[in-house]
């Protein structure tokens, strides 16, 4: 069965440091998407992209966030000068957003 | 008012039971409905997934979706312990796209043997 890939599955960085978060979508998929989930809270949407372009972004994806499709098959989230509060899980979500990554657990100390 | 109200539980049945799991919505926007499983660190898998009002069903699970009450329900008969998980409703309205989700915050379901 297709899933989608995210990878690392834990990342650990400290304040103030750039990380990137990766994805491999569904092969055949179009739209992909980023949502995070901090501890407790619930599902909360970031970003979707669709044809090499964000098509609608949240509140919460401010500057301090970016997404890219490197290639055909990686789309990966950016997050520049990571604070406390960004510690979440973060998943990958492809084509209508019914397939959802096993997610990147980021800490932040 | 929160766009999407979910019971956070935990809900604790015993194996066999109806489990009968909601979500309330204020969007009048919302067109379609779905249900996730979610295990404990593990990203949400999709279970249901219903357009506009009405019912659905696929084995031992049911959605109800009724939008005159902006009320949405999941059941589950014949409950097992691998049925344990948080239970997330999440919908979406036609003009932003059907996957920009908004989430409930989910219901946790513990199905002792």
């Not at chain 2, 959605?63 to 999941?74: F, G, M, P, T």
């Not at chain 2, 344990?84 to 989700?101: F, I, K, Q, V």
């Amino acid at each position: 069965e297709p899933e989608v890939t995210q990878t690392p599955s834990h990342q650990v960085t400290q304040m103030g440091q750039e990380v990137i978060l990766r994805c491999v979508p569904i092969s055949n998929h179009l739209y992909f998407y980023w949502y995070r989930q901090i501890l407790g809270q619930k599902v909360e949407f970031l970003v979707s992209f669709y044809n090499n372009e964000i098509s609608e972004k949240s509140e919460i994806f401010d500057d301090q966030f970016s997404v890219e499709r490197p290639d055909g098959s990686n789309f990966t989230l950016k997050i520049r000068s990571t604070k406390l509060e960004d510690s979440a899980m973060y998943f990958c979500a492809s084509s209508e957003g019914g397939f959802f990554g096993q997610g990147t657990r980021l800490t932040v100390v | 008012q929160k766009e999407v109200e979910q019971d956070p539980g935990p809900l604790s049945v015993p194996e066999g039971a109806i489990v009968s799991l909601n979500c309330t919505y204020s969007n009048s926007a919302f067109q379609y409905f779905m249900w996730y499983r979610q295990y404990s660190r593990k990203g949400p898998e999709l279970l249901m997934y219903t357009y506009s009002s009405g019912n659905k069903e696929d084995g031992r699970f049911t959605a109800q979706v009724d939008k005159s009450s902006k009320y949405i329900s999941l059941f589950i008969r014949d409950s097992q312990p691998s049925d344990s998980a948080t239970y997330l409703c999440a919908m979406s309205s036609m003009n932003s796209g059907y996957s920009t989700l908004t989430f409930g915050k989910g219901t946790m379901l513990l199905v002792s043997p």
